[in-house]
């Protein structure tokens, strides 16, 4: 019997984060079956992010990854991933990664690897830690409001999504105006026992809500305002392993947003308030003033 529902889009996302290898630096990446008209950028950085990783000589963990967005990708078609080995040692190592498609260059991922060790420890303070079970589930807070944003309604659902806040669409409807947003985050199943995988998918998953934040301090939401927003680079800090198959907090904020540009940042926390990784991304962002319409 074919599986259908959370469980599902979270096999499909395993699938994805599974490339197929064509030589050392080369691999190949599929699509899942639910996809927006361009590629999803957090897949294309969760998928390059595994390139790099299966490329290295030695495990090393993760310590930044930077992605500048060049052309959208067509989801009807696979993705190339050219690795490039800039450095390699035992505890160092650079990664570039070109995303491919017909020849055009979609994508550039650069990432850092570093083994650390111990050393001095501060951290950025949570917000208030709430129980994840006690935020209501995103299917609650999407009932009614289908045909306002059905590109999320409609979308692929690998990770559980719970809102401590009122979603965007929620918040417009009440007419108020929030400037930070915070989601529990986790997998909608078991993760397998590979750390390059529990993180790929915080990548995956930090390509989401992060720029919400520049439309909710003006009181706007996608599906009932005319906007439009693509993500332009995007960058991540990896402080601490992460398990994506508990949950985790994702806190964002808009600190600028200027000449139809915003900035997006936000700190994924474990639930011990722990930081594990600082995001920064940047999106044009346009506002039409008038109501959306449906096929917008």
Known sequence: ?????????????????????????????????????????????????????????????????SVHFIAGGDPDLDLEFHVVRLRDERRFANRRVDVMQKGQLLTTAMVSYLAGGKGLEHGVQPPTLTDPLDAPPIDDLLRGYEEVVPHFANALRPIEWRYTNDPAWVMRDKGETLTH?????????????????????????SDTTVLDSIITTHGLSW???????????????????????????????????????????????????????????EGIVKYFPGRATASE
């Open 1 to 65: 019997m074919q599986k259908s529902g959370p469980q599902a889009d979270f096999d499909e996302l395993l699938a994805i984060l599974h490339l197929d290898r064509l030589d050392d630096d080369t691999f190949v990446g599929t699509h899942p079956s639910k996809n927006p008209i361009r590629t999803f950028g957090g897949q294309m950085m969760a998928q390059a992010f595994v390139a790099a990783s299966r490329s290295l000589k030695h495990p090393t963990p993760p310590s930044a990854l």
């Open 181 to 205: 947003n915070r989601v529990w985050m986790k997998a909608q199943g078991v993760m397998p026992d590979d750390q390059v995988l529990h993180t790929a998918a915080m990548v995956y998953s």
């Open 223 to 281: 599906g009932h305002d005319r906007i439009f927003a693509v993500t332009t680079n995007h960058s991540v800090w990896f402080h601490r392993p992460v398990r994506f198959d508990d949950w985790v907090l994702y806190s964002t904020t808009s600190p600028v947003a200027a000449e139809s540009r915003g900035l997006g940042t936000g700190h994924f926390f474990d639930r011990q308030g722990q930081p594990l990784a600082t995001v920064v991304q």
